[in-house]
């Protein structure tokens, strides 16, 4: 301590200078962890927000192009449903008109070709393709038909010259059928062939047509 006290003024001690070096030392050192830090943080990229709008710039045109593609494939596959259904309704529509055509001709064959030798059987035909009034009515006078068809050796054929369907609905449709129909009896000359129109109505019931009404038209 005698040392220090006797230092001239405006000298350093070696207590001051030790201070002194170590105060150097340890500005040194902040400096250098400054200067790693700074480093460091050099080192780390912080997010790039310009990158990153890019980079959803970039997806932005794929997801709507995606989307554009998933909508277009929806509405086609809407559309082929629609068509294949509206197909499909045509095709029922067009063989139900067609199921009426083949009732009423079939009902005008059975109504003009009858034969004394099988005349219940005939009749019995003309019932099972019978519905409604038409049944019942002809039901009633099945019997007393027969008899005279039995009684007069009759026999008459039709042949079918023109059907077409007049009108139609969903349950039923009118035919309209042009039958030449040739007739004998016994005993009687070959009678010439009479051409009749007849308007029969088809109803459809559970799935089978029949013959529902039968009219004869000019």
Same mark, same amino acid.
Request: glycine content about 8%.
């Given at each position: ?33 400054? %200067? ?10 912080? $997010? ?41 309704? !045509? ?26 030798? !099988? %005349? ?46 007049? !009108? ?17 009896? %016994? ?5 010439? $062939? ?25």
């Amino acid at each position: 301590m005698a040392d220090d006290a006797a230092a001239p003024e405006g000298e350093l001690t070696d207590a001051d200078e030790r201070e002194s070096s170590t105060a150097v030392e340890l500005t040194d050192t902040d400096t250098d962890s400054d %200067a790693d830090a700074d480093t460091e943080g050099a080192g780390t990229t912080e $997010p790039d927000d310009t990158a990153t709008t890019t980079a959803k710039a970039g997806r932005s045109p794929v997801k709507l192009a995606l989307i554009a593609g998933l909508v277009a494939v929806l509405a086609l596959a809407g559309l082929a449903g629609w068509l294949g259904y509206q197909t499909y309704e !045509s095709h029922r529509a067009e063989e139900r008109r067609n199921l009426f055509v083949q009732v009423g001709r079939q009902g005008a064959l059975n109504l003009t070709t009858i034969n004394w030798e !099988s %005349a219940e059987a005939d009749v019995q035909r003309i019932l099972d393709s019978a519905t409604g009034t038409f049944y019942d009515d002809f039901q009633q006078r099945a019997e007393p038909f027969v008899q005279v068809v039995k009684q007069a050796q009759s026999k008459s054929e039709g042949s079918i010259a023109e059907a077409g369907l007049e !009108s139609a609905t969903d349950t039923g449709g009118q035919v309209l059928v042009a039958v030449t129909v040739r007739t004998t009896n %016994a005993g009687s000359a070959e009678q010439q $062939p009479r051409a009749w129109r007849m308007r029969i109505s088809v109803q459809e019931i559970d799935g089978e047509a029949k013959v529902s009404n039968v009219e004869f038209v000019p």
